[in-house]
């Protein structure tokens, strides 16, 4: 007897082709000396990059932040005192299909001059 073979969701196949066409990202950007000095990638980096090929596998994507997660910190001595903490959570959903897959809670970091 064999086994019924579940059904892949759209959501999945589109993201598996997605990701098979996603570049690597260089960390182009750079703190300021003051906050670490490390390079690091935004995520309008990111966004920028993933609109075609979402476009092109006909997904949507839905960030959600995660209110009860969020934290804002104050760091005294530097020139950008204030640092936001979020937990993300993005949804895909097929154009084709309506299934929908959720990847996360994700943590994001950010900082800002008050």
């Known amino acids: 007897m064999t086994e019924a073979k579940a059904k892949v969701p759209m959501v999945v196949k589109r993201l598996a082709e997605m990701t098979k066409g996603l570049p690597g990202l260089e960390k182009t950007k750079k703190a300021p000396k003051e906050a670490g000095g490390f390079a690091y990638r935004g995520i ?3 966004l920028d990059t993933l609109h075609p ?3 092109d596998c006909k997904l949507n994507l839905s960030p959600r932040v995660l ?3 969020s934290k ?3 760091i005294s001595g530097v020139k950008m005192p204030r640092v ?3 937990y993300v959570e993005y949804e895909f959903q097929s154009a084709e299909d ?3 897959k959720v990847i996360g809670p994700v943590l994001g970091t950010g900082a800002d001059n008050i």
Do not use: T, W, Y
């Open 84 to 86: 936001a903490e979020v």
């Open 44 to 46: 309008d980096d990111l």
């Open 72 to 74: 804002l910190h104050f």
């Open 98 to 100: 309506g299934s929908i």
């Open 53 to 55: 090929l979402l476009v």
């Open 67 to 69: 209110p009860e997660h």
